[in-house]
């Protein structure tokens, strides 16, 4: 028979067992994951958190070792969400489409599909964020079995809850163990976005806190204004550049990464939505725009955000007085060309004296270079029976001011031509 003998510990001569190494390592290990987060501005994990908010998976690109994994696993954290971590790389086709399994009369009832246990566990628990690791090393076979669980949330005849979000991670191919392109059809699925450290976030972040993840406030009276706001950017878009609507691109890793088509422009108009509703910046905007389908694309959208958030000429004319202008110089500039050409349009009296007005108010909030040219071709509108308004007096020095430094300009440009040619 024999028995147990219980671990031998060192006892000192007046007090307790003291503890073995293991333990002391173990407490040392317990201090240094001891970290705090904080409310902290991060452009990128704003968008992240924006895209999850908004249920469209996402797929962060970045270099090995740049914190993906650590980002999402503190993103489940602050959300409260469990997160199932699945490495795509190293499953079978069939872990994603479903492992057959043969019932009593397979002829009369077909072979059924199971779903994984990690698909199980995820529809029990209604929520969850599932981590989909090391995305562009899983071979062509198993990027083709995750098409349907990207975009339909199903794992064979299972289908993952609304609760759950989808987030994948990939390192470009040249840094990846045996790397892949992600394919055409599961690239045009998510929304991507470039992953890249930052040295205070890390610094600090070492040092015991870290930017904390937080779900955007979204402002309930806002949503109807938004959701229109995002139809009018999109479609206006589409409706002057059709052949924006689906542009495949030529290169295979282009391919790989995002890319317009109707399926893409749908994501983007509801990241448009939801930023708006949650009042995003616009660069948190632009990652996400720009992630979905792509940078020229994307900057073409972004432009024409801008001009819709122009104010109307017309209702800058009815109260040239009280008006708003853009802050940012070309947006301004914009506002003050559209007004000239309503007054060249509808050449009134009453309209041409509130564009002088207009303008005065732009000099005065503003550079006063801007309203040159305005001013010049509003002064080409004027008719022969029409009095100069007594506001042109204040926009004359401007004007001619804008005017010698535009000179002056061009004869220092000339001095160093000439003096460049002398050199040679």
Known sequence: MSTCTPPVTAATPSGPPRASQLDVADGLTALLR???TEPRPDTQL???TLAVAADLPVLLWGEPGIGKTAALTQLAASLDLPLTTVIASVHEPSDFSGLPVIGDDPVENGVPMAPPDWA???VRAGRGLLFLDELSTAPPAVQAALLRLVLERRIGTLRLP???????????????????????????RFV???????????VRGLGGTWPRATLPQLDPGRLPEAVDFARRAVCGLLAARPKLVHQMPGSETRRGGPWPSPRSWDMTLSLIAFATAADSSREVLSLLVRGTVGDGPGLELLASLDRLDLPDPETL???????????????????????VAAVRNRPEKSRWDAAWALLVRALDTGAPDLVVVPATTLASLRREDWDVPESIERLAGAVSLSRRADRAADRAAARTAVGAKAGR
């Open 34 to 36: 001891d970290t705090a």
């Open 46 to 48: 704003e968008a992240l």
């Open 120 to 122: 199980v566990r995820l």
């Open 162 to 188: 609304p609760g759950v979000r989808i987030v994948a991670a990939a390192n470009p191919r040249s840094s990846a163990a045996d790397g892949w392109e992600l394919s055409p059809p599961l690239a045009n």
């Open 192 to 202: 991507h976005l470039k992953w890249a450290h930052d040295h205070e976030v890390v």
């Open 317 to 339: 004319l009815a109260d040239p007085v009280g008006a708003v202008l853009p802050e940012r110089g070309d947006l301004r500039q914009a506002v003050l060309d559209g007004v």
